[in-house]
C-alpha cells in the first residue's frame, strides 16, 4: 500500500531550536508539496518540487525556512531558528501528472515550539 | 490568482440523513475542482475530483459532487450520511495549466454527526 512517509510525527522543541521535517514521497511520484495547518490561516502552500527541482517556495518565510529534495526518496523541510508561531501540523504530499493532479498526503508532523 | 470559498464553518447531521456540502471558487478558465476529507489526526484524502466531462462525479464512500459552471459551485453531497463520515471537508481548485500542479485549499467544513 503506497503512501507518504513523514518524520517525526510529534515534535516538542524550544524557541530558536533547529527543527528538521522529513517526507519521503510515494515511489514514481515527480512533485512534492509541503503544507502547514494551523487553526487560523487552515492549509498554506509552503513550497513544492517537480523533479527534485523547487518551482515555488513563495509561502515559506525564507529567512528561517529552507526545503530541499536531496534526491527522489527524500524531501526535507527545516525550521532554523523555530519561533513559537512556527507551531502548526505540517503536511507533505506528492502526486504525479501533468496540470493540478489528485495528491496523497502524510499524515503530518505535528510541531510544537515552546 | 484561483480562490475557494466554503461558506459553512461547522455544519451538523443527523445520522441517516442527507448532507451538502458547499464550494464556490473563482477561476477565470477551466479549473480542476476536488474534495478531500480529513479524519482527526490524519491527512487529507481524495474524495472526488472534476477535471471535464460529465458535471455530475462520483466519489469514494458514496459522496457525488456537481459542478456548476454558471454558479462557479461543487458542492459535495451524499444522500445519507454514517457517523464514521463526521471529519473535516476541504474543497480546493488547481488551475488547468501543464506544469501548474498548485491546489489552492478552502478553509474547510467541520461535519459533526449526532445520533
Known amino acids: 500500500d503506497a503512501r507518504v512517509t513523514q518524520t517525526p510525527r510529534h515534535k516538542v522543541t524550544e524557541m530558536g531550536q533547529e527543527v528538521t521535517m522529513r517526507c519521503q514521497p510515494i515511489?514514481?511520484?515527480?512533485?512534492v508539496f509541503w503544507y502547514r495547518q494551523t487553526m487560523m490561516q487552515g492549509l498554506e502552500l509552503l513550497a513544492y518540487?517537480?523533479?527534485?527541482?523547487?518551482?515555488?517556495d513563495s509561502g515559506m518565510p525564507k529567512d528561517r525556512f529552507s526545503a530541499e529534495m536531496p534526491d527522489a526518496t527524500l524531501a526535507t523541510l527545516k525550521i532554523q531558528p523555530s519561533e513559537p508561531r512556527d507551531s502548526a501540523v505540517y503536511f507533505c504530499?506528492?502526486?504525479f501528472g501533468q496540470g493540478a493532479g489528485e495528491l496523497f498526503f502524510g499524515e503530518g508532523s505535528r510541531l510544537t515550539v515552546l | 490568482a484561483q480562490s475557494v470559498t466554503q461558506p459553512d464553518i461547522h455544519i451538523t447531521v443527523s445520522e441517516g440523513a442527507s448532507l451538502e456540502l458547499r464550494c464556490n471558487y473563482s477561476?477565470?478558465?477551466?479549473?480542476?475542482l476536488f474534495w478531500y476529507v480529513q479524519s482527526p489526526g490524519q491527512g487529507l484524502q481524495l474524495l472526488l475530483k472534476?477535471?471535464?466531462?460529465?458535471?455530475l462525479v462520483q466519489g469514494i464512500k458514496g459522496f457525488e459532487a456537481e459542478f456548476k459552471r454558471s454558479q462557479s459551485s461543487f458542492n459535495l453531497r451524499k444522500p445519507s450520511v454514517h457517523w464514521s463520515d463526521a471529519a473535516e471537508y476541504f474543497c480546493?481548485?488547481?488551475?488547468?495549466?501543464?506544469?501548474?500542479?498548485?491546489?489552492?485549499f478552502g478553509t474547510g467544513t467541520r461535519l459533526t454527526i449526532i445520533p
Open positions: 477561476y477565470g478558465a477551466t479549473p480542476y
Open positions: 472534476y477535471f471535464s466531462g460529465d458535471t
Open positions: 515511489l514514481g511520484h515527480n512533485t
Open positions: 504530499a506528492s502526486g
Open positions: 480546493a481548485v488547481g488551475v488547468a495549466n501543464f506544469g501548474n500542479e498548485k491546489l489552492t
Open positions: 518540487f517537480r523533479n527534485r527541482a523547487p518551482l515555488d
